[in-house]
């Protein structure tokens, strides 16, 4: 068992409302010291929300805990210095170079030895080619390095990255991901909020939020487990008309295409088994397979939209 010491967030029964609609209900949430906890949702599902309030840019309307050790209620600026936030859009200043944003934000840190700070932030990013180039020059990849760059300059504790790698390459996806497994070997926690399923493999252990409510959490493996769905592949000709014969039969939940194959689940194995049966001649080609994450979280919306 984790002391409570080693949670990075340790936080229970969160709420926070706009007039009338409730946009996180009752969270509770712990992430231990130098792992990479990914946090996924539908847009609207109060991801973003929560991770305002960890960092102290809004304030709870219930419930109580702490972020690297401070009280989120009444410490909130005690957090901020020890937190790199990365928001979703880019926000450092276009018409200044790489360098005059870090500088900047080294001097705003009140940072000792800022050019040295910067140099060694350039070089660990990778950035030296751009140092002169105004940021709003650079590509989307580079931006989003340049970002984390900021987010890193003042040795942070906790990471909190919001959708932080949206409409970038899967290269740059990929970099940017290395980047953070090395900084969470170092024992930088991270909280990143990802609509990617194969970033969301990538975490430690994951939380998935739809409308403010927290349906599952815990690791790849415990979260397909607990799931409690078997699938099965089919491949074949006219895969369109097997679909939609398929959707609406007992023990079938979702019915989703992958390539040139359907993959095909549900929670009750043996009406479902018996519902493809009268299927499995000699036109199709079928293969029970491993539930996948993607699977999961279809099924968990299917659950929010069926309420």
């Not at 932030?121 to 340049?146: D, H, P, V, Y």
Request: charged share 25%.
């Amino acid at each position: 068992m984790m002391d409570e010491q080693e949670f990075v967030i340790d936080v229970h029964g969160i709420s926070k409302s706009f007039g009338s609609k409730t946009v996180v209900k009752n969270l509770d949430m712990r992430v231990a010291k130098g792992e990479i906890y990914g946090f996924l949702g539908p847009n609207g599902s109060g991801k973003t929300t929560f991770i305002r309030m960890l960092c102290g840019l809004l304030k709870p309307d219930k419930g109580f805990g702490t972020c690297l050790g401070y009280d989120i209620l009444k410490e909130s600026d005690r957090i901020k210095p020890h937190v790199g936030y990365m928001s979703q859009k880019f926000s450092l200043y276009g018409d200044l170079t790489v360098r005059e944003n870090l500088d900047f934000i080294a001097r705003m840190y009140g940072l000792k030895k800022c050019r040295q700070a910067v140099d060694e932030c350039i070089a660990r990013m990778g950035l030296e080619t751009f140092r002169n180039q105004l940021a709003g020059n650079l590509s989307g990849g580079w931006k989003q390095r340049l970002t984390l760059a900021s987010c890193t300059l003042h040795s942070p504790k906790l990471l909190l990255l919001d959708e932080p790698t949206a409409g970038v390459d899967p290269g740059a996806r990929r970099d940017f991901w290395d980047e953070v497994h090395k900084l969470a070997a170092e024992g930088i926690t991270a909280l990143i909020s990802t609509h990617y399923m194969d970033e969301a493999e990538r975490c430690h252990r994951l939380a998935y939020i739809a409308y403010g409510d927290l349906l599952a959490s815990g690791t790849v493996a415990e979260m397909i487990e607990n799931s409690g769905l078997a699938t099965w592949s089919v491949s074949g000709k006219n895969l369109h008309d097997l679909s939609e014969k398929l959707r609406d039969m007992p023990g079938i939940q979702q019915v989703v295409a992958f390539g040139n194959t359907l993959h095909i689940s549900g929670k009750d194995h043996a009406a479902m088994e018996k519902s493809i049966l009268p299927y499995m001649s000699e036109s199709f080609r079928w293969a029970k397979i491993q539930t996948n994450l993607e699977e999961v979280f279809i099924h968990l919306m299917q659950q929010v939209r069926n309420v």
